[in-house]
């Protein structure tokens, strides 16, 4: 048997009153958002008492201490127990509905008063008929999953079915597979839709044995089923509208990432990355002996989080307009004052220039600057860092124009830098 997960996508696990142990991502998400809801600054720390989620609801009970050991924080001398029950918005915001706080001489008196209720469990598997529209998007998705030498794979199909979020497949390959996967013919695949509402597959099972992992009817197949059966740690990704609040939300949360990034707070940085990061470790982490590897994990981030945070140390110097809802372009002209006061002339060669000093010609080569960029794209915060033709004595543009693009997305109401690519 042989077991290969193909693609991760973004979805919520969160059912049924879950309890989120230290080391979930999800409660770093409420607790950040909780402390901007309150207003305290980041050197603020809860102590949780409860903290816990059933689909789009949450309730959270902690009282509030400070990070240089100096005690529990005090409102006009008492402690504050910040006890509440929370709702997850359409757009990933935790925000409060029911308010319990209440007011206590020191933390050890603190009582939480839980009222969260589970919510009905999801509806089952609908079966996809052979006329279903939904049918040839979904078989698509098991093809492209397939890793074997069949040039246009075909499937038999024993149960396929969606929740309309997720869906199984179930089914045998037509044809003789390679020696090297002898009779591993008989496929389970989970699936679901990605942030363009298309069919991917989550995991994929091939083995040798025409057995279903789910069999009986349709609707006794739920999501809870899926993604258990999944086992995979999956964040909500749903596409989203970029209007003037979000932009706000993404620009106050992509100050705080270029202040991490400052001030070193690797915590920080690490909770906000959404690894594995492909296809960077050649360039973040050269001259290393892990340069070769496909992509940065969290674990290699561990190892190497100085040298990343240095590939990403021009990104504060961005600025951020929130009355416009703007990223502020930067340029740092790398020619010297002196230099910058003296008259050029172009050369004879593309990319030389010429400046008279006195009675001598000086020819000299075009220059590139460090410049970076922002914008909004396709629901993404995408930033520039890189380094452009001097304005000047511009460099060669296959000289100069080239760098990185850097995706920040929301997941879950928390901004995450999602993909670096390399360009130019």
Known sequence: MKRYALLLVLLSPYVQGQTLDAND???????????????YPTDIQFVVKQLSVSGSQAYFCATAKTNDGSGS??????????????QMS????????SNFDSYVDSPAQAQCHSTIQDEPAASGCQNVGLYDAERKPLLDAVRRSYQ??????????SHL?????????????????????????????????????????LMVESKTVEKCN???????????????????PLLSAVP??????????????????????????????KAHILFPLENVADTFLAGTPDEHQQSITSALFDHYAQQIRNGLKEIPLLGVNLTKKQVIDFRVNSLTPLEQARKYF???????????????????????????????????????????????????SEVCEGGMRVEFTLQQGTLMLTRIDFVG
């Open 90 to 97: 359409a757009e990933g915001f935790w925000t409060t509905v």
């Open 214 to 232: 789910f069999s009986g009817p349709a609707a006794a197949i739920t999501e809870q089923k899926l993604l258990a059966a999944v086992k995979q």
């Open 161 to 201: 079915c969606t929740t309309g979020k997720m869906a199984y497949f179930c089914g045998r390959l037509e044809g003789e597979e390679s020696q090297d996967r002898q009779g591993m013919n008989y496929y389970d695949a989970i699936m679901a839709k990605d942030a363009k509402a298309e069919w991917q597959a």
């Open 25 to 39: 991502p999800l409660r770093r998400v409420i607790l950040d958002q909780m402390r901007a809801n309150i207003g």
């Open 148 to 157: 074997g030498a069949i040039a246009q794979p075909r499937f038999v199909v």
């Open 346 to 396: 172009p050369a004879e060669e593309d990319g030389q220039f010429y400046y008279h000093d006195g009675t001598k010609k000086v020819l000299i080569e075009g220059t590139c600057d460090s410049v970076g960029s922002g914008d909004f794209e396709d629901g993404t915060l995408a930033v520039f860092i890189g380094t452009g033709s001097n304005l000047l004595i511009p460099g060669l």
């Open 240 to 269: 989203q509208e970029i209007d003037d609040s979000f932009k706000i939300e993404m620009l106050t949360q992509f100050q705080r990432f270029q202040q991490a990034i400052e001030t070193a707070d690797m915590a920080y940085l």
């Open 73 to 86: 924080a005090k409102i006009n001398g008492k402690t504050v127990v910040y006890d509440r029950e929370l």
